[in-house]
């Protein structure tokens, strides 16, 4: 059997010669660009040193449409951390979680989140008993967590909840140093620090997947590069601040009324 698939200029596609159920898959990503834009990038579009962004693979260029948003996210923390004084668990792991947050949609993954971690929390806390090294006691978290996932996964889709099969988007290594962190944390400061630091990284990895959602800015970053050095210059700023946090300002608010 011979299945031609052409176009609307009725050039074929696809010849199947005794062949079945053959598919023909394309690629998409939208994008936004001027008409000046779009035709300068023609007029290029055989020049041998194009570096932009445009002119690689649509998969690449959705991977980097994702990787440009990284550092947004990276100025959020920072802001949140210098200038508020909220105190997240791991410096930059709220990045890595509002990423998987943009896979999974912000309801489905935190409560993905809420129960991998909980239910990590309390396996590691009956690891603490075995007197484990540390790099046992990690790759033993690892795997926990890879473990929970699966049967999270499997047991969403038995129950039809298909939002809970992309949990698998969630960074196993990111999460598994979270636990093996809150747990130590609930072991030498108590369960109100946990709170505390789990709240607020949560809490920051919420605003930093607004950041990333939003169309002006998933724009901005991955049609002009310069927004990097911008966010850059922001960064470098902020590290030379060493005034009070807006949360420590509570501690002397007695000697304001006095």
């Known amino acids: ?38 035709t300068a990038s023609k007029v290029r579009s055989d020049d041998l040193l194009n570096f932009s962004i445009h002119s690689l693979p649509l998969e690449e260029q959705s991977m980097f449409k994702t990787i440009m948003l990284i550092p947004i996210g990276a100025l959020i923390v920072v802001f949140l951390r210098i200038l508020i004084g909220l105190k997240t668990s791991g410096t930059f ?33 009956y690891l603490s008993k075995l007197n484990l090294l540390l790099v046992a006691r990690i790759s033993a978290v690892i795997i926990t967590v890879i473990l929970i996932i699966s049967v999270f996964t499997i047991v969403a889709f038995n129950i039809g909840l298909v939002e809970g099969l992309s949990i698998t988007f969630f960074p196993m290594i990111i999460l598994s140093w979270t636990i093996e962190r809150m747990s130590i944390l609930w072991e030498e400061e108590g369960a109100k620090e ?18 990333m959602t939003n ?44």
Do not use: C, W
């Open 93 to 125: 792991m709220p990045v890595l979680i509002a990423v998987a947050f943009v896979q999974t949609q912000l309801v489905t993954g935190i409560v993905g989140f809420l129960l991998i971690v909980g239910t990590g929390l309390v396996i590691r806390s």
């Open 194 to 211: 946990v709170m505390l630091q789990g709240g607020g990284s949560l809490l920051t990895a919420v605003l930093v997947y607004l950041a």
């Open 1 to 38: 059997m011979r299945t031609p698939l052409s176009d609307e200029s009725n050039v074929s596609l696809l010849d199947v010669t005794g062949g079945r159920n053959s598919q023909v898959l394309f690629s998409m990503i939208a994008q936004d660009i001027s008409p000046r834009a779009a």
């Open 215 to 258: 169309t002006y800015v998933q724009h901005l970053t991955f049609n002009f590069i310069g927004v990097q050095l911008i966010v850059l210059a922001a960064i470098l700023m902020l590290g030379n601040y060493t005034g009070y946090r807006l949360t420590e300002l509570r501690r002397f608010k007695p000697l304001a009324e006095d």
